[in-house]
């Protein structure tokens, strides 16, 4: 029997997440759901309805796992909460600083339901979170850096485009070479998150807009850039298909440590992505998370998980014989 896969939310994650779910045997795509009129949204998978959001209480034993597909700004911390009540949930949360808030309103949700709610499933926060972890572990004197990009963030350009005044927006993030390479020598240098990246943001305004005051908005927003150095340009819509119309990404995580009576051998731990699609390698990433949620769900498990709870095995369509015998 396949996992029945809901998505909520039909942008750049949900297209993903559909995507996905054609590249998984053991899962089926059963409802998209919409603040969107249902009627104007078409998705690329026939015979799948396309639902108001608000119609989902209907589907509540019809789905396995619904993939919430909004963004951190405002839409999750309100949503998978809500949707943990009827449904095991996954989400995307990258708000670093919001997490354990998040987590805290999630739990109590899908705990009181009975559901399972994995927050933070992507890849940072996400596998690079794994990188940390199992790095720390391993050399507990160390330091970790994590550097992102060069690339489009979905989150901060979401944050963005929700400015009064902003009709589009796309950011990039950039590590400051320099920084990277300091790491990369095992020099550990002491790094404030104003020399690990900049941040530059491509702005299309809405007519009559105040531009000086969008960017002193972009430039103080907390938790997005008030910590780096942003630069603002304001352009065409035109300009920004033209040339901003791609969503790679990419980054690494870090860990240089060392070991031996006298800290003799310095080793370092690497991890690092180059992704072509910033959303679909994170929906294949959520794809797997789905997976451990029903796992976890059938199990009789309960509450808010997230990719530190989880082990890996979870996350595969393969049995434990095949894992053992092919991967490990």
Not at 36 to 49: H, L
Not at 209 to 218: G, L, R, T, Y
Not at 227 to 242: A, G, K, M, N
Request: proline share 4%.
């Amino acid at each position: 029997m396949r996992i029945k896969i809901g998505i909520l939310g039909y942008g750049n994650l949900g297209r993903g997440v559909e995507c996905a779910v054609k590249e998984n045997a053991d899962m089926e795509l059963v409802a998209v759901f919409t603040r969107r009129n249902p009627a104007d949204v078409k998705i690329a998978t026939t015979g799948v309805p396309v639902v108001k959001a608000d119609e989902a209480a209907d589907w509540k034993d019809k789905i396995d796992v619904l993939i919430l597909c909004g963004g951190s700004a405002t839409d999750l911390p309100e949503q998978t909460p809500a949707f943990a009540k009827l449904f095991n949930v996954v989400d995307s949360f990258d708000t670093h600083a919001r997490i354990p808030e998040h987590f805290a309103h999630v739990d109590a949700a899908a705990r009181e339901a009975g559901h399972i709610g994995i927050i933070s499933v992507g890849w940072d926060p996400g596998l690079f979170s794994l990188a940390r972890a199992y790095s720390n572990a391993i050399l507990p004197d160390g330091k970790d850096y994590t550097f992102w990009g060069k690339g489009v963030s979905q989150g901060h350009s979401d944050a963005i485009r929700r400015i009064a005044g902003v009709k589009n927006a796309k950011q990039y993030t950039v590590p400051v070479e320099s920084a990277l390479d300091a790491v990369r020598s095992g020099r550990n240098p002491e790094l404030t998150t104003r020399q690990k990246h900049t941040r530059e943001c491509f702005v299309v305004l809405e007519d009559g807009a105040d531009a000086a005051k969008v960017e002193q908005e972009i430039k103080n927003m907390p938790n997005y850039f008030a910590d780096y150095d942003t630069t603002v340009h304001f352009i065409s819509e035109e300009e920004l298909q033209r040339n901003h119309s791609g969503l790679a990404h990419g980054g690494f995580v870090i860990r240089s440590g060392q070991t031996g009576h006298e800290k003799e051998h310095k080793h370092i731990i690497e991890f690092s992505l180059k992704l072509d699609s910033n959303p679909e390698f994170t929906t294949s990433v959520l794809i797997a998370y789905a997976r451990a949620a029903y796992r976890l769900s059938n199990e009789g498990q309960k509450g808010c998980r997230t990719v530190l709870d989880i082990a890996p095995s979870y996350l595969s369509a393969q049995s434990g014989e095949e894992l053992r015998a092919h991967l490990l």
